[in-house]
């Protein structure tokens, strides 16, 4: 069972508060993306759970138990390091067999789970390897070996995938949603990349200077963002956020729109603009377009046949079902 | 761009240094083989001709011969043994964050400073004097009778002087090996479950390997030729005469210039086999 509850845990480092008061609940067996822009204490809140950091105040209960004083190697967590850390002097197949070692585990029952472990990973032909001479998603997919024949109750990943090159990262990001399908058991993932904590979690924590600035599942956080900074966070492209003059005219101090809410005509709309750059992704066309009035130009997505010049006179409609409105302290009105 | 002709330019002026480090070492070693044939009294009659190998056959037949060996490598190896050992402790000691870490680092290293002939000094009669030394007032504090350092317990003392004199170089190389250890690594052996001396035993020993074989490389070579702590400490008496020793006995205080320059040879061979021994068994630490 793998349920964590964090209950008014703080972190200070010297008299810097890095982590105020903080709440959350961890279902068993979920997928909890924690997300946020680098320095937003996200990677110290993973080390709270994995008891690497000791908390400031405040505790943290593994499966109803109170985990606060006990030591990373009881609480039954496994962890996957952003550099994998992995020991170069051992072979691969050392590298998975030390915590089982550790453990006192007899040889044989060592034997059987890394076999298992290099056959889900697809480690077999490696293992006797040392990690010098493996790639970089070879060398991830031994830390995440590492971390399953512990079978922990949760498994802890530290930006996992930010050392890979954008095509290794798409694969891996799938690797580990399946292997979260078959095993079943909880992960807490943190990462600063959005697309990462979207495509993957069931539950997005979004994180901002410590603080939590909304829980929810990846499309409630897209269609309900609770505040400017989660809608800005949310999304790629990003949320247009609007205030002044065209806010008022629809209740609000800011108002957000987001790139495929927004009608491009070149005949008629609301706001009238100009091009200024596209970006063609093929089934998708990005225009960056300059409105008159406004302070920075609004992001439109439109299908990729579209092609329009630069500077050349285009309308925007958003649409108003659609529309998020924000009050003066950012926070969503409904 | 390394073009032909600026490649024998390069050849031309690398020249000079090359033929100079050759000379270097060339002059001495050509005069050593030279004189190691030859029956050579500088007060006793000068240059007597040659005599083949018997300047060989009497060094090695001499009674000092076989000890002067064992003492050199009971000395390089106790050296060795506790520098490193010393060393690694050390430099666990200096890596944790503490108060005046700046200082004390300077301080652990004071002792390289000293000069060989200093220290060999400094030992002899500011600690081993068995008067007024400061280890026998602390002996006779505890109730306990001196004890004649340089003569009872003469090699252990070298051993002592020597490991002083050496523990920084080893704790200094060892230290900044241990700092370039990824944090990230003692975290995931801690996260796996290792204690503290699983963790030191698994991952921070094996990460040192090749510190250590620098070290023990390193020391090697300029242990066995150690004189000055000897020289000024028992000269030579009370079973501390290294094979170094005795070639300077034999040259100078026997004037006879033949058989130490057969000794000389004696202990360029010795040294080759240790270096040898040492690549092979260390050697592997080092690539990778």
Known sequence: ?334 | MATQHSRSAARVMMAPAVILLLGWMLVPLTMTLYFSFKKYLPLRGGDLGWVGFENYVRFVSSSSFWPAIWTTLIIVGGVLAITVVLGILLAILLDQPMWGQGIVRILVIAPFFVMPTVSGLVWKNMFMDANNGFLAHLWRAFGAEPVQWLSQASLPSIVMIVSWQWLPFATLILLTAIQSLDSEQIEAAEMDGARKFSRFRFIVLPHLARAITVVVLIQTIFLLGIFAEIFVTTGGAFGTKTLTYLIFQRVLESQNVGLGSAGGVYAIILANIIAVFLMRIVGKNLDA
């Open chain 1, 1 to 334: 069972m793998g349920q964590i509850q964090l209950s008014k845990v703080t972190k200070k480092f010297g008299d810097l508060t890095v982590i105020p008061p903080l709440d959350l609940q961890i279902e068993d067996g979920e997928f909890v993306v924690f997300v946020g822009p680098s320095g937003c204490g996200k990677s110290t809140l993973l080390r709270l759970i994995a008891g690497l950091e000791d908390v400031s105040g405040g505790q943290v209960l593994i499966d109803g138990q109170d985990a606060t004083m006990v030591p990373p190697a009881r609480r039954g967590l496994a962890m996957v390091f952003q550099s994998y850390a992995l020991y170069p002097h051992m072979s691969v197949r050392k590298n998975i067999a030390f915590p089982l070692r550790m453990a006192k585990m007899d040889q044989a029952e060592q034997d059987r789970r890394v076999t298992q472990a290099a056959e889900v990973l697809n480690l077999t032909d490696y293992l006797e390897r040392r990690p010098g001479q493996l790639s970089g998603g070879q060398r991830q997919r031994v830390a995440i070996g590492r971390a399953i024949v512990r079978e922990p109750q949760a498994f802890l990943f530290d930006e996992p995938l930010s050392n890979l090159d954008a095509a290794l990262r798409v694969g891996m990001r799938l690797e580990i949603s399946e292997l979260h399908k078959r095993l079943a058991t909880t992960m807490i993932y943190v990462t600063h990349d959005q697309v990462e904590a979207m495509t993957m979690a069931d539950k997005i924590v979004v994180l901002q200077a410590g603080r939590i600035e909304q829980v929810g599942s990846p499309l409630e956080l897209y269609r309900t963002p609770r505040n400017t900074f989660v809608a800005g966070f949310i999304g790629s492209p990003k949320m247009n956020l609007l205030s002044g003059a065209q806010a008022e005219k629809h209740g609000a101090h800011t108002i957000g729109i987001r790139p495929e809410h927004l009608l491009i005509s070149t005949e008629s709309g609301e706001w009238e603009g100009t091009v200024g750059v596209s970006e063609h992704l093929g089934s998708d066309t990005f225009f960056h377009v300059n409105c008159p009035g406004f302070a920075d130009p609004l992001t439109v997505r439109a299908s990729g046949e579209m092609d329009l010049k630069y500077k050349s006179r285009v309308f925007l409609t958003p649409d108003p079902a659609h529309l998020h409105r924000f009050d003066a302290q950012g926070l969503r009105v409904e």
